[in-house]
């Protein structure tokens, strides 16, 4: 049975899956959901920035970032899916002979999506990082603590998808590629610290 998309799931269903003993949804769905929070806040905070004349002369960088966050937002639900889908695969392979397993061309191809799909969700929270941090002297100070939450839920989304990126190394026979993958989550994760750690212009008054 195919399951319910996550997109189509109440805040309750999803949560209820989430704390179910089942391979799916786990730490990479919910990672991405954060991510479609921190975009959907993002949204929010220039929602109520528009259309103030304090803010007049920004109204066009306002709106192609709401049009970054609203992609971000569908996109990483859709992350959300293909992770869960991926894990779902790698799970059922799992149980054979780890002998057997190996020889499977699928099963090197179950293992490379399990990588790519939270690096996805990883290279998506970055983004979204970096267009929050373009936005503290551009938005109503009354929204600071909006976009800050926003900042932090898009940096734990980039934190989990990392990690689910990191659990699956050891699977890489390939040396060099799993030294690509090593570099990826190190400039990823500095990337994101840089990014969330940046004050804004909010905490420099």
């Known amino acids: 049975m195919t ?3 996550i997109a189509t799931m109440t805040v309750d269903e999803f949560t209820s899956a989430l704390a179910a003993k089942q391979p799916v949804p786990g730490g990479g769905a919910a990672s991405a959901c954060v991510l479609a929070q921190a975009s959907a806040l993002g949204s929010m905070v220039i929602a ?5 004349p304090k803010f007049e002369a920004h109204q066009h960088r306002l709106e192609r ?3 970054i966050f609203s992609s971000a937002r569908a996109d990483a639900l859709e992350l959300a899916d293909r992770d869960a889908a991926a894990y779902l695969n790698l799970n059922t392979l799992w149980k054979l002979p780890a002998q057997e397993r190996n020889q499977l061309p699928h099963w090197h191809a179950a293992v490379a999506e399990a990588v790519a799909a939270p690096s996805a969700i990883a290279d998506l929270a970055t983004g979204v990082l970096a267009a929050l941090a373009t936005m503290s002297t551009i938005t109503s100070t009354q929204l600071a603590s909006d976009l800050r ?3 932090l839920f898009a940096h734990a989304a ?3 998808a990392l990690m689910n990126v990191q659990v699956n190394l050891p699977l890489i026979m390939d040396g060099a590629s799993r030294a690509s993958c090593e570099q990826f989550i190190a400039s990823r994760r500095g990337e994101g610290a ?3 750690a940046a004050p ?5 008054k």
């Open 200 to 204: 804004s212009a909010h905490e420099r």
């Open 149 to 151: 939450i926003a900042q």
């Open 48 to 52: 109520y920035t528009r259309g103030k």
């Open 65 to 67: 970032l709401d049009m």
């Open 158 to 160: 980039l934190e989990g």
């Open 194 to 196: 840089r990014l969330v």
């Open 3 to 5: 399951p319910p998309r």
